[in-house]
Antibody, heavy 117, light 112 residues
Framework: EVQLVESGGGLVQPGGSLRLSCAAS????????MRWVRQAPGKGLEWVAS????????YYVDFVKGRFTVSRDNAKNSLYLQMNSLRAEDTAVYYC??????????WGQGATVTVSS | DIVMTQSPLSLPVTPGEPASISCRSS???????????LDWYLQKPGQPPQLLIY???NRASGVPDRFSGSGSGTDFTLKISRVEADDVGIYYC?????????FGQGTRLEIK
């Protein structure tokens, strides 16, 4: 079954760091761009970052630029989101999604990140 | 940034009746390659979003033909011809014409 599984979420203090992982299975990972999308508690969806198939191009929403880094390891079929200088407003469920013909056709179940002291 | 505005934000519907959700963008979403960069997603309770409609009017694999998308430029519509109980959730439009990608606020569909 084609799927994405996020891991690495948890509770972190303001100013701290966390690294999310997204493991892909049953598709040719290195053929697809990938996205991270988040959802704060009780709020809507918010795009965070995207990366192209070979990892040479990255895109970020302004409020995470300089703090978050998206990367991938195609040999391990894995996507990552390194989050530094975390703020309370970064508290959210973070979803990874596969990009196919410009749309997110496969989504993971999400990883919960809570930033609180 | 392109602002996406959905209406209504809440949509109570009787099963078997039709439903319609509007999505308007602050800039045109028509790409020079000949398609609209507008997609619709449904987030059912407790689940991640799922793709319903892509490029304005194309149903994703496995999506019932009760769902249809239309529109071009700045005005788009998602229609459900006959609402079923399983259609409950929050519907989002999203533009991918330019970065930052942006979503509408979401429309919560509930069964009367």
């Amino acid at each position: 079954e084609v799927q994405l599984v996020e891991s690495g979420g948890g509770l972190v203090q303001p100013g701290g760091s966390l690294r999310l992982s997204c493991a892909a299975s049953e598709f040719i990972f290195n053929k697809y761009s990938m996205r991270w999308v988040r959802q704060a508690p009780g709020k809507g969806l918010e795009w965070v970052a995207s990366i192209n198939p070979d990892g040479s191009e990255e895109y970020y929403v302004d409020f995470v630029k300089g703090r978050f880094t998206v990367s991938r390891d195609n040999a391990k079929n894995s996507l990552y989101l390194q989050m530094n200088s975390l703020r309370a407003e970064d508290t959210a469920v973070y979803y990874c999604a596969r990009l196919s013909n410009h749309v997110c056709d496969i989504w993971g179940q999400g990883a919960t990140v809570t930033v609180s002291s | 940034d392109i602002v996406m505005t959905q209406s209504p934000l809440s949509l109570p519907v009787t099963p078997g009746e039709p439903a319609s959700i509007s999505c308007r963008s602050s800039q045109g979403l028509f790409h020079s390659n000949g398609y609209n960069c507008l997609d619709w997603y449904l987030q059912k309770p407790g689940q991640p979003p799922q793709l319903l409609i892509y490029l304005g009017s194309n149903r994703a694999s496995g999506v019932p033909d009760r769902f249809s998308g239309s529109g071009s430029g700045t005005d788009f519509t998602l229609k459900i011809s006959r609402v079923e109980a399983d259609d409950v959730g929050i519907y989002y439009c999203m533009q991918h014409l330019q970065v930052p990608l942006t979503f509408g606020q979401g429309t919560r569909l509930e069964i009367k």
